[in-house]
């Protein structure tokens, strides 16, 4: 399942910033999110990228945002 156009839901700030976070501007699915936060980990992460305290602080950011939008979707189509 997925939500087509985000912009229709009034989301909590704390879904929004992890939505941008794991730069996420159209459509909002669980394979959306999968596949946006491969994609960053392989950008940020510091043992493939040079060991850096910016990227080890995107690194956490990324993981904690990923967690929030994936237990949102579960959330919202586990009733379904």
């Known amino acids: 399942d ?5 912009n229709e839901y009034n989301f909590s700030n ?4 992890s939505l941008k976070t794991l ?3 159209d459509e909002i699915s669980e394979l959306k999110i999968k596949k946006s936060y491969k994609e960053l ?3 940020y992460h510091p043992d493939l990228n ?3 305290k910016n990227k ?3 690194i956490r950011e990324i993981n904690k945002d990923y967690k929030i939008l994936t ?10």
Not at 2 to 6: D, H, S
Not at 71 to 80: L, M, P, Q, V
């Open 2 to 6: 997925k939500i087509k156009n985000k």
């Open 14 to 17: 704390e879904i929004k910033s």
């Open 23 to 25: 730069e996420i501007n």
């Open 41 to 43: 980990v392989k950008k």
């Open 50 to 52: 040079g060991k850096s």
């Open 56 to 58: 080890e602080k995107k």
């Open 71 to 80: 237990k949102f979707i579960n959330e919202k189509y586990a009733t379904k």
